[in-house]
């Protein structure tokens, strides 16, 4: 029996095979131009929505904008890998309509668009919110690092630049000494000269050394004048990222996901080095986004702040932010904070041996007040010292208003699994993000432009998470509902 032989490829159809009958009714390419098609992309901010009367005909940035949310759904973001697909992948034949831009048309849409992105993002987010897709109960904030188009060689903080200046200087004074030596020995220094250019030499590295000073000391000029402690020579806006994060230099991603189905409600890059400050204004975007006055929001321990905690409370957030375990103290093996237990009612701490700690001193830190609690007597002939501090006594500290901390502390008490929840929440996205769509590294330069292109990255998602929840079809007839 012959195997199945396939059509002749020179044969010639009286009726063509449309393109159409290529593209079932659940392919997600239907839904990407559903969804374009339902924005309006002037007032999202598009340039050259509007064709002008004069002048050779442009792109449609509708076509362009379907292109890219095509190539994020399908791990393509490069422009000349996008162009590339516009003459061979019969999805893209069918959603552009045989337009083919090139890569240069397709890369300067991103970067003169950027900043509409963001609106595009919330716009399916306002789709989903029509669909029950968000539970508007809890949130799962947290950030990763995702590596910047600069080189770690190409960074430099305030401290490195000025041992490279001491250093310059040092190498500098060295050489001149050389000189000045040789042209105290005439006929050495002639020797030299007639043997191997010694001298010659020295005086191009000189040239060669004030030159790198001259450079060094006008990048520390820079950080003077706009009060950075790190400036990076090819995409300026990006910082160098703590070692363990083995990112090098990058951007710091914030993610708000709503926990009933792991949608992003809410995506921000920052070049923030930590997450300290950022959960505060992270869960209020997201709570804009969703349209609710009050929800939970849970993160992990680099988020402990106490100025942030409060502004959670006045916005409508209740936070949930495991105290971080760190400092000498612990280092040393002595008992945490934690180990105290403060009572409201008389305002002292109870220590782990029973004995009442009261206010000894005050101080100010970050413009708050804060209280020094002690027991001095008690701690002389505390049986557990040995365990509780190295000094004469301990001491502990109090802000003015750490009832905060405390009334978030008693949350997390009562509902220990919250972190395990938070954790199988944000790191799902992540793990999409960076794993299966490749998002290991970002293609442009500069915060506005990496925000544009994260945004399609966080469209993407919330796009093959929707499908995968309610299919193609629903999710077009709500667009056009």
Known sequence: MAHLPGSDR????????AVDDYVGSDNPVRLIEAFVDSIDLVAAGFSRVMAKETGRPGYDPADLLKLYLYGYLNRVRSSRKLEAETRRNIEVIWLLR???????????FRRVNCAA????????????????????EMLAVDGTRIKAVNNRHRKFTRTQLLDLVRRADEKLSDYVKALDDGDADEEKAASSISSNGRSSDTEKKIAALRTKRQRFSSLLADLDRTGEDQISLTDPDSRAMPNMMKVGVGYNVQLA??????????????NNVLDIGLLAPTAESAMQLLGVDQIEAVADR????????????????TAYVPRPIRGSTIDDGFFSKGKFTYQPEINAYICPNGAVMSPRRSGKKRGLARTYFANP????????????????????????????LDRMAERLSQRPNIMSQRRESVEHPFGTIKQWMNQGAFLMRGLNHVQGEFS??????????AITLVGVPELIGTMKA
């Open 10 to 17: 020179s044969q010639l159809l009286l009726l063509p095979e």
């Open 377 to 404: 007597i008690g701690c002389q002939s505390c049986a557990i010292k040995s365990r509780c501090t190295p000094a004469a006594f301990r001491q502990i500290m109090r802000l003015e208003n750490e009832a905060i």
């Open 117 to 136: 992105f963001k609106q595009i993002f919330r716009e399916f987010a306002f789709v989903c919110r029509r669909l029950d897709l968000f539970g508007r």
């Open 257 to 270: 996901v709503d926990v009933k189905h792991k949608l992003i409600a809410e995506e921000e890059v920052s």
């Open 456 to 465: 399609l990255t966080a469209l993407a998602y919330n796009i093959k998470r």
């Open 98 to 108: 045989h337009l083919k831009p090139d890569y240069r048309t397709i890369a300067s």
């Open 302 to 317: 680099g988020y402990y702040k106490i100025e942030d905690i409060e502004a959670c409370e006045k916005a409508g957030i």
